[in-house]
């Protein structure tokens, strides 16, 4: 356990040579490392029936409710039937415009020169355009703060909580106070939003208005409005931090590496010729979508996930049984160097789809994969590339190249990384 907090990716990659499955000691809990994405596949896609999530998203359930990402089996399927329609691709293009309008407000307060914490402005940023993106600002100032002051506090506190012991949670120490006070708040804030937009019986084109008009397609029912708010509060926390720390781990890869950068500029120059990117042109920026998908390789959103059997399986000859625990790494899968070579090398260009021996996409799984694969994928790709599109056109995020240190929490996070921001008109950091 020490050794997973201290250097998790380190500890994984010596576990990953003692084979394709390695029994883990966690206190005095054993649970099964997988590293065969062969074995992943089966527990995400072909045998998917054969496992739930686990204790862990159970204790979560108990602090964010039953949203899609903490429930399982029927009730899980019931609401991702509902709830996928919102998030096919020709609605998510329809938030492009808040996306660049919130990055574009960021930035205008930038001078040349200045120092930025880009981990804090990130967060703010992917926080801000989400609650415009379900919101968008009809809901009064006092209800979006409430969710923005919370929410940090909320999302950096359930995996902590669903990892300690259930007693813990009852001592009065002031991060558990200050936990119990965000969670309050922050359901207030959600339900404050969801009545107000009841109430006015307006229906402007954001994603409460989607969930509100949601039905299940057999039943025709729509969710309650418990439901409705833990679906928005999962999609609150599963977009907010894990697409705050990929911009930062490529912002961080740009600084290290000129011709990368030099490249990325060009095409934006090419493609955009100085106007705001817009909707339609994703599809023109190619290199732009293959550095977001090396970075989301090197440094994937969650760095591990882990399930229960509900039913025997064997694993090459090591048969678990009914309720043994399984733990798996797409990021570990992702720097294996029998799948991808050079792995710890930041390179945009092994997705090209013309280069020989192309890297296969099913090892490839930054978003999971099966029933449990991200809804949210394509709005988090669509709002990296416009975020990325709209800083990168006119400022370089510089930094010293030192490497950074990675902290693994709930997600993959760098350690405080200073940028100086420079105009694109200056060549030199």
């Known amino acids: 356990m020490p050794a997973l907090f201290h250097a998790p990716m380190q500890t994984l990659g010596k576990a990953r040579e003692c084979g394709d499955i390695v029994r883990l000691h966690l206190g005095s809990e054993r649970i099964y490392l997988l590293n065969s994405p062969e074995f992943i596949r089966r527990v995400q896609v072909t045998e998917?029936?054969?496992?739930?999530?686990?204790?862990?998203?159970?204790?979560?359930r108990m602090f964010v409710g039953q949203g899609l990402v903490t429930t399982d089996?029927?009730?899980?399927?019931?609401?991702?039937?509902?709830?996928?329609?919102?998030?096919?691709?020709?609605?998510?293009?329809?938030?492009?415009?808040?996306?660049?309008?919130?990055?574009?407000?960021?930035?205008?307060?930038?001078?040349?020169?200045?120092?930025?914490?880009?981990?804090?402005?990130?967060?703010?940023?992917?926080?801000?355009?989400?609650?415009?993106?379900?919101?968008?600002?009809?809901?009064?100032?006092?209800?979006?703060?409430?969710?923005?002051?919370?929410?940090?506090?909320?999302?950096?506190?359930?995996?902590?909580?669903?990892?300690?012991?259930?007693?813990?949670?009852?001592?009065?120490?002031?991060?558990?106070?200050?936990?119990?006070?965000?969670?309050v708040r922050l359901r207030a804030a959600v339900d404050a939003g969801i009545e107000a937009r009841k109430a006015s019986g307006a229906r402007p084109d954001d994603l409460l208005s989607a969930l509100l008009d949601a039905r299940h397609p057999d039943s025709g029912e729509p969710m309650s409005d418990q439901q409705l708010r833990d679906e928005v509060i999962t999609i609150l926390m599963a977009g907010t931090e894990t697409t705050a720390n990929t911009l930062n781990w490529l912002f961080?890869?740009?600084?290290?590496?000129?011709?990368?950068?030099?490249?990325?500029?060009?095409?934006?120059?090419?493609?955009?010729?100085?106007?705001?990117?817009?909707a339609d042109d994703l599809a023109r920026l190619p290199y732009l979508e293959r550095v977001i998908d090396e970075t989301t390789r090197l440094y994937s959103p969650v760095w591990f996930l882990m399930r229960r059997l509900t039913?025997?399986?064997?694993?090459?000859?090591?048969?678990?049984?009914?309720?043994?625990?399984?733990?798996?790494?797409?990021?570990?899968?992702?720097?294996?160097?029998?799948?991808?070579?050079?792995?710890?090398r930041f390179d945009p260009d092994r997705w090209d789809p013309e280069r020989s021996g192309r890297t296969p996409r099913a090892a490839f799984i930054?978003?999971?994969?099966?029933?449990h694969?991200?809804?949210?994928?394509?709005?988090?790709?669509?709002?990296?590339?416009?975020?990325?599109?709209?800083?990168?056109?006119?400022?370089?995020?510089?930094?010293?190249?030192?490497?950074?240190?990675?902290?693994?929490?709930?997600?993959?996070?760098?350690?405080?990384?200073?940028?100086?921001?420079?105009?694109?008109?200056?060549?030199?950091?």
């Open 48 to 60: 998917a029936d054969s496992f739930d999530r686990g204790r862990i998203f159970e204790k979560a």
């Open 73 to 183: 089996g029927a009730f899980h399927l019931r609401q991702r039937r509902i709830m996928q329609p919102l998030f096919h691709r020709d609605r998510v293009i329809r938030h492009v415009d808040v996306m660049r309008e919130r990055t574009a407000r960021m930035v205008a307060t930038w001078r040349p020169g200045q120092r930025l914490s880009l981990d804090h402005a990130a967060t703010d940023l992917a926080l801000a355009i989400l609650t415009d993106s379900i919101f968008r600002s009809d809901i009064g100032p006092a209800t979006m703060r409430g969710v923005r002051d919370s929410l940090p506090t909320v999302n950096g506190g359930v995996l902590t909580r669903a990892l300690l012991p259930d007693w813990w949670q009852r001592v009065p120490t002031p991060g558990n106070l200050r936990f119990a006070r965000a969670r």
């Open 252 to 278: 961080y890869e740009l600084g290290r590496d000129a011709g990368i950068e030099r490249r990325l500029h060009a095409e934006l120059d090419s493609a955009l010729g100085g106007r705001p990117v817009t």
């Open 311 to 344: 039913a025997p399986v064997d694993f090459g000859g090591v048969r678990l049984p009914v309720g043994a625990q399984v733990v798996y790494s797409s990021t570990a899968l992702h720097r294996d160097p029998g799948i991808f070579p050079d792995p710890m």
């Open 366 to 371: 930054p978003f999971a994969a099966g029933r």
């Open 373 to 429: 694969r991200c809804l949210g994928e394509s709005f988090a790709k669509a709002e990296m590339a416009v975020v990325v599109a709209t800083i990168a056109a006119e400022w370089r995020l510089c930094h010293g190249r030192r490497r950074l240190r990675e902290r693994a929490l709930g997600t993959l996070r760098p350690s405080t990384l200073h940028f100086t921001a420079r105009p694109r008109t200056r060549p030199i950091c």
